[in-house]
């Protein structure tokens, strides 16, 4: 070797040694001199594996967020979702930083045939956000929004809750249509639809949805408009999580007064039948600016009532008479509608429908509100104050879009028909067996004049899945075959591939 060679090769070692991490010991890695342990997981068609502690090591060193696994502090409180019903243990969690973390996690998932859950607010009630034994992507760091003002568009990481979109654009007078509950998913959602209270007036979240970039299931990033990836777009906009990542999700917003006028009415249960013919039968025809959703409640006391939860998004001067209608029904006992700030009405659920329940559910679209099934709504609700009936206004400018101008099929619907059950005690099996017989019992009665569901609502299998995209389903199996052949992304309600 030249001398002057040798100086800049020694000079090279001498400098490197310096930066940490650039030499490491055997057993030492870039986050921590820990040597990692083998770890038992399961693969993504359900055997069980192992992973050696250096393939662990890999993924771990390959993240920017941390890697979470069973007995680490935070493994807990990262693998809980919403529903406490739900209670698995992934063999690892990623807490995903940015798009290059989700690139590796899937990377990772694919290389070694691991089951894969993506979690982004954890609300999915049949607890397809987390998996026994696979890999958690846990979206939840990455929540930051950038409205532009300008333009009137939103760009929201994967992990945001519809919260954090309802705060930043209301600032600037925008809104988009996002969920009643401020603490859900904003991808999920998206993703799956998204009904909220100005759906009527501005069409299902996933109407605006105008781009997205997005993880594949071969580990390519990729952005996602109406001229990059369009078939991804219309798959996006209600096919669920079946086709990669969502790292950031872009969304029209509209001008939207931050001061509505909303709150409920609330009727005694003599009144049930003649509120809920009313809204059966006028729920279609009302304003677009008037979004209805309607409870069943039983108070703490054992008595039945019907809660009108009435929005109105349009001129405040207009409020009253739009209201004129609902508020002439019986006698309300009580009325509370006045005007709020939208962002304050969107949280007004956040604490009674908060993390840590057990709940089980059953819902669907109903497209014709009839007589017959007011009757038997009726007839099946018997005073529980764990249980419930929600009703989820759909119609306005959510039946304006055809039903295959995006993957979410359901555009005649009147509204999503929601019933369910919580508890409280983890240990009663009985209360739990219960609990769930009850919902199921009242669905088979309710379900014939139901169509098509709601997905991440449900239980879910491929039949049903077929069924409820109808004239959409051999479309999203083409999208499917393209960006996921393997299926790796399943736990969702999930689109088989063909190929
Ligand atoms: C209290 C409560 C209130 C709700 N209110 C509404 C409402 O007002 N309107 C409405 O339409 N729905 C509502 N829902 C239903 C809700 O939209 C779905 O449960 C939805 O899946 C929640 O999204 P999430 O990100 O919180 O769910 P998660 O449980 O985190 O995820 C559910 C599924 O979504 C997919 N997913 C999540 N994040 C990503 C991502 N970044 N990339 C790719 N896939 C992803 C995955 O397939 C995952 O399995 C509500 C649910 C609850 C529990």
Known sequence: MKRREFCRSALATAVAATIPGQYLLAGESQHGS??????????????????????????RDSLRGKLLLNGDDGYDHARAVWNAMINKRPALIARCE?????????????????RVAVR?????????????????????????????????????????????IDREASILGLATTGGVVSHTGAAGLTLGGGFGRLCRKFGMTCDNLIGADIVTADGTFRHVSNDENPDLL?????????FGVVTALEYQLHTQNPIVTA??????????????????????????????????????????RVAVEAVWSGNLKDADKALKTLRSIGKPLADTVKTVPYTRFQTRGDNSNRHGVRQYMKSSMVNDFSEALVNEIIEIYRPNPMANFFFMQAGGAVSRVAPTDTAFPHRSAHCNMMRWNKWFDPESNEQRAQRIADVKADWTILEPYTHGFYVNLNDDNEKKTHANYGPNYDRLVEVKNKYDPTNLLRLNANIKPTI
């Open 34 to 59: 820990q040597v990692m342990s083998a770890v038992q997981a399961i693969t993504a068609s359900g055997k069980e594996t192992t992973l050696e502690g250096a393939t662990v090591r890999e993924l």
């Open 263 to 304: 709150g409920d009415l609330v009727f005694d249960w003599s009144d049930a039948r003649n509120v809920l013919s009313y809204y059966a039968e006028y729920g279609n025809e009302l304003p677009d600016e008037l979004n209805m959703n309607v409870t069943l409640l039983t108070t703490s006391d054992g008595e039945r």
């Open 98 to 114: 940015g798009p290059a973390d989700v690139v590796h996690s899937i990377n990772f998932a694919r290389a070694n045939d691991i």
């Open 234 to 242: 219309w798959a996006l906009k209600g096919g669920g999580g079946n």
């Open 120 to 164: 982004g607010g954890g609300h999915s009630i049949s607890g397809k956000s987390v998996c026994e034994g696979g890999l958690m992507i846990d979206m939840s760091d990455m929540n930051s929004v950038r409205v532009n003002e300008k333009a009137a568009t939103a760009r929201a990481d994967g992990g945001c809750l519809e919260g954090h």
